[in-house]
């Protein structure tokens, strides 16, 4: 994406997001660098330069702005509260309280923010329904309700039984007939992603800044009619391998099962999607053709933007009939960064 100097000063002077990641405003007159969103009052034109990577605006000697924290992901997940997912991973039955978490170095408020800013619910309402999401999928191999309420560290089988209802709205009696969606924070190079599968595969893989997340969730419940809970899933541990060597440069087609959710139509121009060769790229208008519908240009286009399942049905590597980087859901910098990774590696 070449922007000139006035394009990138007007994009930091609104704070437009729609430009994060694809560039950093330096301050000559203070020695900081920041992100095109800053809150920061905006220099004068001719006291800023703009760097496309932060490497080179501190090899030039400049520091990062404490106001917008340029190297920090802000929707990554801190190191710290990993070792509780992964703590909790390991052992569903778990039950860390306050003087736990204090004991591993962690200050219970901050922990309880994290959770209610990323996943709507405290630290403890967490563990609870991961523990609920395990003993689920317990009682749909026929394991006893007894049983499972104890193995997943619940002392009386009312405890058990109000914290179920609480995520199912029955009790775990009664549970034959639900269904779940497991969902997990994965964290990539170009920033954290929210990954959805059930047994069949993954049905979504979003950045966790897509303005349609909520609404694709909600999509995704209805569609088959089940609970969408924290918790792991077989299919997870393919896909984050299969991410990590993907960005590593080491893997270019995808193994992972997918259960995408959408129409006949857009499960079609998914599957052409599928069919292009990694590192290169096709138009909106090729995809119609291939589809056997040249005037569909615009249908194609919206079932790319309908897109569920980033990166593994590559909507990236659709550009516009001139060339330009057109729209994308998780912003059109990260198209950029993964066309260019690609090309960097095929060629």
Not at 127 to 138: L, P
Not at 189 to 218: H, Q, V, W, Y
Request: hydrophobic residues 35%; contains cysteine.
């Amino acid at each position: 994406m070449n922007l000139s100097f006035d394009q990138m000063y007007q994009a930091s002077y609104e704070k437009n997001p729609d430009f994060e990641g694809v560039f950093w405003m330096a301050v000559k007159t203070t020695g900081i660098f920041c992100r095109p969103t800053c809150t920061a009052r905006k220099p004068k034109p001719e006291n800023v330069e703009f760097f496309d990577n932060t490497k080179d605006a501190i090899q030039k000697g400049y520091r990062p702005c404490k106001v917008c924290k340029p190297l920090v992901n802000p929707d990554e997940t801190p190191l710290d509260i990993r070792k509780l997912l992964i703590e909790l991973s390991e052992n569903p039955g778990l039950k860390l309280k306050d003087v736990d978490l204090v004991e591993r170095g962690l200050q219970p408020i901050t922990v309880k923010r994290w959770f209610l800013k990323h996943h709507g619910m405290t630290f403890h309402a967490f563990q609870r329904t991961f523990k609920i999401n395990s003993a689920f999928k317990k009682l749909q191999q026929g394991e006893n309700v007894l049983d499972v309420a104890l193995d997943n560290g619940y002392e009386s089988l009312s405890g058990f039984n109000d914290s179920f209802k609480n995520v199912f709205g029955v009790s775990p009696k009664n549970s034959k007939m639900e269904k779940i969606v497991d969902l997990k924070r994965i964290e990539t190079p170009l920033g954290t992603m929210i990954a959805c599968a059930n047994e069949n595969g993954i049905c979504m893989l979003e950045f966790s800044d897509r303005k349609a997340l909520p609404t694709e969730l909600k999509e995704i419940s209805k569609h088959f009619d089940a609970n969408i809970v924290q918790g792991e899933n077989p299919h997870f541990k393919t896909l984050e391998k299969e991410l990590e060597e993907y960005f590593e440069g080491k893997l270019k087609d995808f193994t992972v099962p997918l259960a995408p959710v959408g129409t006949d139509f857009q499960k079609k121009v998914w599957e052409i999607l599928r069919t292009i060769p990694y590192g290169t790229t096709r138009t909106y208008q090729q995809q119609a053709d291939i589809l056997g519908n040249p005037k569909a240009v615009r249908a194609v286009a919206n079932a790319n933007g309908l897109n569920k399942i980033s990166i593994i049905i590559p909507c990236h590597r659709v550009i516009g009939r001139n060339g330009t980087l057109t729209g994308y859901g998780g912003g059109i910098w990260r198209k950029q960064k993964l066309l260019e990774l690609e090309k960097a590696i095929l060629f």
